[in-house]
């Protein structure tokens, strides 16, 4: 079932909504199985990116976006870390699936999640939501099927510093002309390189 899940996953026509609300239960289960480590070494970037940020002041609440947060992985890894680091943050987390949230909310590691799709509302209509950020973060979400690269024209207007995001090779490659478009077009401090996210699959970690 696991299989046939992620598969419709990756169809740009299926109802991702469903699909996940589907998957919820077994999918942390499921990724662990075919390798998938991008969380983890997602996180050890994310928080040496935060350490060396001269701008931010001592005991400064970092307020961090995890978009497409799923079942809470990365929230739960960058919640240790972070703790482990004595930095304080507040997590919050989005996504379009109840149960996906379900299961991330029982993780306890965010101070809040909204089920909302940035993609059909307007940028004010987010602000007056769920505000700005320090940070905005995203794993696993950039790739066949799921989100396209025109939501970073609203992420560059909610964030303070960094957005920090993984994207399958193989989608920057279908969707180059978006990606530059929307992605690397005015981001002056563009920093692109490989991480190992997948077992068997090519996976670029991009910081603008």
Avoid at 9 to 14: G, V
Avoid at 35 to 49: C, E
Avoid at 159 to 172: C, D, L, P
Wanted: aromatic share 12%; proline share 0%.
């Amino acid at each position: 079932m696991d299989i046939i899940l992620h598969n419709k996953s990756l169809q740009s026509e299926c109802d991702k909504k469903n699909v996940y609300n589907h998957w919820a239960e077994t999918y942390e289960e499921y990724v662990s199985s075919i390798g998938y480590k991008g969380p983890h070494n997602f996180t050890n970037i994310f928080v040496n990116m935060i350490l060396g940020n001269e701008f931010l002041e001592d005991n400064q609440v970092i307020k961090i976006l995890d978009f497409g947060c799923g079942t809470g992985l990365l929230g739960l890894n960058i919640r240790r870390l972070c703790q482990s680091k004595k930095i304080n943050i507040e997590l919050i987390g989005v996504d379009i699936s109840d149960n996906m949230i379900q299961q991330a909310e029982n993780k306890g590691v965010y101070d809040e999640i909204w089920n909302m799709n940035l993609l059909e509302m307007d940028i004010e209509d987010i602000k007056d939501k769920i505000g700005s950020f320090d940070y905005i973060v995203s794993c696993g979400v950039f790739l066949e099927g799921h989100v396209g690269f025109e939501i970073f024209e609203k992420f560059k207007e909610m964030v303070e510093y960094n957005i920090m995001f993984t994207a399958r090779q193989s989608y920057i490659i279908d969707e180059y002309i978006n990606y530059v478009k929307y992605v690397k077009k005015d981001s002056y401090n563009y920093k692109e390189t490989d991480i190992e996210y997948l077992d068997n699959v090519e996976c670029k970690l991009i910081i603008i």
